[in-house]
């Protein structure tokens, strides 16, 4: 199946959250929604060397979108850095960035 979106095409891929996920139960334990969330993750598209999206971006806070931002959670990779989690308002992570490849 194909899906487009913003990006205009093919692009979506396979993505194996169990980093992120092992990471949210370790620094978010008092927010089991947040890795419950991320274990959902299985496509991923990636915007920039910092930037991967989990849900499609198009038209983002406008009625109809799947992309309705709600807050940032912030994670602590040893081996990456600091990540920032774009948390939609139906409980959904949106996206994460990579800080350290800003």
């Not at 194996?16 to 139960?25: E, M, Q, T």
């Not at 419950?36 to 198009?58: I, T």
């Not at 989690?85 to 992570?93: A, E, H, M, P, S």
Request: hydrophobic share 35%.
């Amino acid at each position: 199946m194909r899906e487009f979106g913003i990006f205009g095409g093919v692009g979506w891929e396979a993505y194996d959250p169990s980093r992120l996920v092992r990471l949210a139960r370790e620094q978010l334990a008092e927010e089991p929604a947040i890795a419950e969330a991320l274990a959902k993750c299985s496509r991923s598209r990636r915007e920039s060397k910092a930037y991967v999206h989990f849900v499609d971006p198009s038209r983002p806070n406008e009625p109809g979108s799947d992309w309705q931002f709600d807050r940032n959670v912030f994670l602590t990779d040893p081996e990456r850095g600091d990540l920032v989690l774009d948390v939609l308002k139906d409980g959904r992570i949106g996206g994460v960035e990579f800080l350290n490849r800003l």
